[in-house]
């Protein structure tokens, strides 16, 4: 039994189409600088052989045409790329981890926390490389002077942070069927495609976007992608059904084909029909009603008036009498959506954008120092302070004179003054707290 229910889950699952989800992505942590000393048969008192770390792996999400939506990621939720080694005596370095590459469908784009664009993936293969390892610490061999020739410390690696994204796929079509529920769409794309969507005869049949590939019997003719949308319904662009997580598959588009089931069937008005789609359209995006758009009057065996009624009250656009049953008008459809694609030029993607995380000079003298309200607590913060604290082990006395010596160099115990750091203040960096003796 539990066997049963695990194969109709697996089914279940490889049904779904999912189009949106939120991750976890870490970077690898840098591996830990060493701290030893060579040592052999003739050598006792050998100097510093510490290695350093390596660097930890990178996330990068890389383009494939081998997924078509996004479900693999309903189970899988983190994706933590691995630490990089620690360093080894002989100066032997770490070995930097393997960058983790998470592979998404083409279309996907990526999305901070604040819901920003910061990738779109839309070509197989491409990459995008949203955190960077951390860096490996360096042994105590590099610590090594002509003044400090046995440093006993060394610098641990860089840890990275856990950052949460959206992936959001928006499908790559060039031409978009749209229309309510119901009017014939996908009955359309099987005729003039190879897809083979489910059809009956009930409303959102379709839950999610079909697409097929159409190859113009014209060979001057470039091949073209056709997305079925699913139905929309009034109020999709205010959220209604899932009217927001269809209509963003129609931003790629470079041409959409209006289904209008002229026949009237349910009692609907094919003209409101068309007023209402259009305002779904433009209330969602006004980039949308820009597009070149073809109508398509589907079910045409019946009352001549009505098509004449509908191309009287609708005019400015191409307009087809078609027939998915009697392939009546597709020859003439297809050649018209292939002669508008030739002087269409494709949707660009918006390419990247930035990393999650912003590249900083560790270098760079960006300090900040708090003061308590009893004014006997200093902490201090910054990039600056961030990459100095990982090499301070306080109980060596070298390391200890190294860290007093770099903040004086640095300017902060100057700032500090500044502030009112006095004799037995206690001051705070990282994880190291200590009292200030002049």
């Known amino acids: 039994m ?3 229910a695990l194969f109709c889950m697996l089914v279940y699952t490889l049904n779904m189409f999912i189009d949106k989800v939120e991750i976890t992505i870490k970077a690898g942590n840098g591996g830990n600088g060493h701290t030893s000393f060579y040592r052999d048969k003739q050598t006792m008192t050998g100097g510093p052989d510490g290695g350093d770390g390596g660097r930890g792996g990178d996330i990068v999400f890389v383009g494939t045409t081998r997924a078509d939506n996004l479900v693999e990621f309903r189970f899988t939720k983190k994706f933590f790329a691995k630490d990089g080694a620690d360093g080894g005596t002989r100066n032997k370095a770490g070995a930097g981890a393997v960058d983790l590459k998470v592979p998404v469908p083409l279309g996907t784009k990526v999305l901070n926390e604040n819901g920003e664009v910061i990738a779109d993936i839309t070509g197989d293969g491409e990459e995008f490389r949203a955190l960077r390892g951390g860096a490996g610490g360096r042994g105590n ?16 690696g860089v840890k990275t942070k856990e950052y949460k994204v959206t992936l959001e796929l928006s499908c790559i079509a060039d031409v978009g069927l749209v229309g309510f529920p119901n009017v014939g769409k996908s009955t359309l794309l099987s005729v003039i495609t190879r897809a083979n969507p489910k059809i009956a005869n009930y409303h959102f049949t379709t839950l999610h976007p079909n697409l097929g590939v159409i190859v113009p019997t014209d060979k001057s003719m470039k091949p073209f992608i056709v997305a079925d949308i699913p139905g929309l319904i009034e109020g999709a662009s205010d959220g209604a059904g899932l009217g927001h997580e269809f209509l963003r598959h129609i931003d790629r588009t470079r041409l959409l084909v209006h289904v209008i089931d002229i026949s009237g069937h349910e009692g609907r008005d094919p003209v409101e029909d068309y007023k209402l789609i259009n305002k779904e359209l433009v209330k969602y995006s006004k980039k949308l009603v820009d597009k070149v758009q073809i109508i398509a009057l589907n079910k045409s065996d019946i009352d001549e008036s009505k098509i004449a009624a509908f191309k009287k009250a609708v005019k400015g656009h191409k307009t087809f009498v078609i027939s998915g049953a009697t392939r009546q008008g597709i020859d003439e ?3 018209a959506i292939a002669i508008e694609l030739e002087n269409l030029p494709r949707v660009e993607a918006q390419k990247f954008f930035s990393q999650l995380e912003k590249a900083v000079d560790k270098n760079k003298f960006e300090v900040g120092i708090e003061r308590d309200e009893d004014g006997v607590r200093f902490t201090v913060t910054g990039p600056l302070i961030e990459n100095l604290i990982r090499g301070v082990v306080l109980s060596d006395t070298e390391s200890n004179a190294y860290f007093q010596r770099r903040l004086r160099d640095s300017g902060v115990i100057a700032a500090m003054r ?11 960096i990282g994880d190291v707290e200590f009292e200030w003796v002049d």
């Open 2 to 4: 539990k066997q049963f």
């Open 141 to 156: 061999a590099f610590f090594a002077t002509s003044r400090k020739q046995t440093p006993n410390f060394a610098q641990t």
């Open 333 to 335: 459809l297809l050649k």
């Open 418 to 428: 500044e502030k009112g750091l006095q004799d037995g203040d206690t001051v705070s």
